[in-house]
């Protein structure tokens, strides 16, 4: 009864979300140039945030996601993930997870907002297969807990969330102690320069050396910074 209501739900999101997709899809028209990734109220993406799920989805995922969010090179920096457990901190609908979980061993979903808890646990059964659905876990965290224990994960990935992480020092320590010597993490996020998108508003965005600055004093060390592979956004990966 309660797998067909999550159906009834995802069918529904999903059938708004193929709607939203319509005709202007960057990729159908053949256009090259990298989409502008929200074209709406980037800045009101915060936890708590009281939009309707549709809405927080249409902006996480907006058409075209993939030509400038290009998924394949965040997650080519991880390696071989076949005997790996990645940690997606803010998964929100699940856009990395959902690709994550069918190259890596397990994949756990750590998310702060119950209604995306929901959304991936159903649309995992409806994307994804069989074989991979088991290796995907979601997970709900705390504002200042990943609810992770030590040796959990393997490699931590932070896309499009860190800024909202409270005490982000503190959170990176917690991080540092779920993560094995040698564990990766890697932050995705907006880059804080002149660019053609409004949003995220430079009030959300942070400086890359400022990410570096944090994940250094929690303890993180062997930075490998890359703001070039990504159109808007730069990519920063750390060691224990
Ligand atoms: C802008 S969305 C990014 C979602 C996803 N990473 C992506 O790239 O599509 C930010 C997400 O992070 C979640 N979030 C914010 N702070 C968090 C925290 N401390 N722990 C877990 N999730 C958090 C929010 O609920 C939201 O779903």
Redesign the pocket.
């Known amino acids: 009864m309660k797998i067909q209501h999550n159906l009834k739900f995802f069918s529904l999101v999903l059938a708004l979300l193929l709607a939203a997709c319509g005709s202007d899809d960057p990729i159908a028209e053949g256009n090259t140039k990298a989409p502008k990734p929200d074209s709406t109220e980037h800045q009101s ?5 009281s939009a309707s799920l549709q809405t ?1 989805l249409r ?3 907006p058409p075209g ?1 993939d030509v400038w ?1 290009k998924p394949e090179v965040v997650i080519g920096k991880m390696g071989d993930l076949g005997n790996k457990t990645v940690a ?9 997870s959902r690709r994550l979980a069918q190259q890596a061993k397990r994949v756990i979903a ?4 119950p209604r ?1 808890i929901h959304f991936m646990d159903s649309i995992k059964r409806v994307e994804l297969k069989p074989e991979y659905q088991n290796r995907f876990e979601t997970r709900l ?4 807990d ?1 609810k992770l224990k030590p040796g959990e994960a393997d490699i931590v ?5 860190y800024i ?3 005490n982000r020092v503190d ?1 990176l320590k917690n991080l540092l102690n779920v993560l094995p010597k040698g564990g990766k993490i890697i932050v ?1 996020d907006f880059k804080k320069k002149r660019m053609p998108i409004k949003y995220p508003t430079a009030n959300v965005r942070l400086e890359l050396y400022e990410v570096e600055n944090e994940l250094e004093a929690a303890g993180f060390s062997n930075f490998q910074s890359d703001d070039c592979s990504l159109d808007y956004q730069y990519i920063v990966m750390a060691e224990k």
Do not use: C, H, W
Not at 89 to 95: E, K, L, M, Q, T
Not at 157 to 161: F, G, I, P, R
């Open positions: 993406l915060v936890p708590g945030d927080l902006k996480y995922d996601r969010q997606d901190i803010g998964a929100g609908s699940g856009f990395f750590v998310e702060l907002d995306f965290g705390l504002p200042n990943p990935l932070v896309v499009n969330t909202y992480i409270q959170y995705v």
